[in-house]
C-alpha cells in the first residue's frame, strides 16, 4: 500500500532556530497536507499544497509541494515553545479521497 | 478543529463489549472519515462515508467494525465484541466534499478507547 516517510522522526531545537522537516512518497499524490497535533488533541491543518512547485505560507511556517509529486516540506521559522507537537504530513493521490498519513515528526523546543 | 464533535471524549469497555463513538461533521459538510491512531504512530484510514453511503472502507477490519452516516444524525462508528487491541483513539474528520476544498478536511478531538 501507499507510504508516506517523514523524517526527522524527532527534533530538539533551541527556541529561535529554524525547523525544516519533509515527507516522501513511492507514489505521486495530488494533494499535500501539514497537520499539528497536540497531545490529547485531534490534528489541526496547517497548511494544504494542491500543485507541483506550490510554495505556501501561514504564518512563520512555509510548506512546499515537491516538483515530482512525490514529496513536501515543512519549514517553521523563529521557533517557539508553542511550536512543540507532532506534525503530520498527509497525502491524496488520484481517484480517492482517503489521507495517507506520514508517522510524524516531534518537535520539542528547548527555551 | 472547531466545529467536529465527537462524543465521547474517553470511552472504557469491556472485553466483549460494544462501542459507539460519534461524529457530527462541520456545518455544511457531507463528508466524514474515521482514522484510527495508535500511541506514537500516525493515523490509519478507515472508512470514508457520505450521507447514507459508504464510499471507501478499504481500512476498516472485516468483522465487528461497522460505520454508518444516516440521513439524520451523526456517523456512528461501532466495533462489536471488542477487545485490548482496538484500544487507541479514533478520529472524524469531515470536509465539505466539492472541488478543491474536499481534500481540505478537519478532524474533531477524538475519542479514546479503553478495553479492559
Known amino acids: 500500500g501507499q507510504q508516506l516517510n517523514q523524517s526527522p522522526q524527532s527534533m530538539f531545537i533551541q527556541e529561535g532556530e529554524d525547523v525544516s522537516m519533509n515527507c516522501t512518497s513511492s507514489s505521486i499524490f495530488n494533494t499535500w497536507l501539514w497537520y499539528k497535533q497536540d497531545p490529547g488533541e485531534g490534528p489541526v491543518l496547517l497548511i494544504a499544497l494542491y500543485k507541483a512547485g506550490e510554495l505556501t505560507s501561514n504564518g512563520r511556517l512555509t510548506a512546499q509541494f515537491g516538483i515530482t509529486r512525490k514529496d513536501s516540506f515543512l519549514n517553521i521559522s523563529a521557533s517557539i515553545p508553542s511550536d512543540v507537537g507532532i506534525y503530520f504530513c498527509?497525502?491524496?493521490?488520484?481517484?480517492?479521497?482517503?489521507?495517507?498519513f506520514g508517522t510524524g515528526t516531534r518537535l520539542k523546543v528547548l527555551a | 478543529n472547531a466545529g467536529v464533535m465527537q462524543n465521547p471524549r474517553h470511552l472504557v469497555r469491556r472485553r466483549g463489549q460494544e462501542a459507539r463513538l460519534r461524529c457530527s461533521p462541520m456545518?455544511?459538510?457531507?463528508?466524514v472519515y474515521w482514522y484510527r491512531q495508535l500511541p506514537e504512530e500516525g493515523l490509519k484510514f478507515m472508512v470514508y462515508l457520505q450521507k447514507e453511503n459508504i464510499i471507501d472502507e478499504s481500512g476498516m477490519p472485516k468483522e465487528r467494525f461497522s460505520a454508518e452516516f444516516p440521513k439524520e444524525g451523526p456517523s456512528i462508528l461501532r466495533i462489536q465484541q471488542v477487545v485490548r487491541g482496538d484500544s487507541a483513539a479514533y478520529f472524524c474528520a469531515s470536509s465539505p466534499g466539492r472541488g478543491q476544498l474536499n481534500t481540505e478536511a478537519f478532524f474533531g478531538q477524538g475519542t479514546r478507547l479503553t478495553v479492559v
Open positions: 456545518k455544511g459538510h457531507s463528508h
Open positions: 498527509a497525502g491524496t493521490y488520484s481517484g480517492t479521497y482517503k489521507y495517507i
